[in-house]
């Protein structure tokens, strides 16, 4: 069986995004969680619904954080020289964007409940 050799930077690019919606599906399963009591009088069909409204809404938000990563990848593909200040670059955007957004996300979890 051929295998499929699929570019490095598509490669991490996809696996950050699975990470990414992984956590923020993480948190939505979480403020259902917590909210459950409220979730009485929902039809389980707009639960569904809604949960794959937010799962399209983080897509949007993953690839807006994704974008400038997937430059900086295709910058080391072309320039091979300058390889350890892309991924530098790369590590410390993704550990900033990271910090926040999630951040974000755990701190608007209270204010779910007023």
Known sequence: MNRINIPPAIHL????????ATTFIIFRLTLWITNA???TDVSL??????FFL????DTIIAGYILLPVCFFLIGI????KTQK??????????????TIVFMLA????PYHNF
């Not at 593909?77 to 091979?80: G, P, S, V």
């Not at 200040?85 to 990271?98: D, N, P, W």
């Open 13 to 20: 690019s996809f696996i950050l995004y699975l990470i990414i």
């Open 54 to 57: 937010g799962l399209k809404y």
């Open 77 to 80: 593909m072309i320039w091979e």
């Open 85 to 98: 200040l892309f991924l530098a670059i790369i590590k410390y955007y993704l550990i900033f964007v990271f």
């Open 37 to 39: 009591s409220y979730l």
């Open 45 to 50: 069909p707009f639960m569904i619904k809604s």
């Open 106 to 109: 755990a701190i608007d979890m």
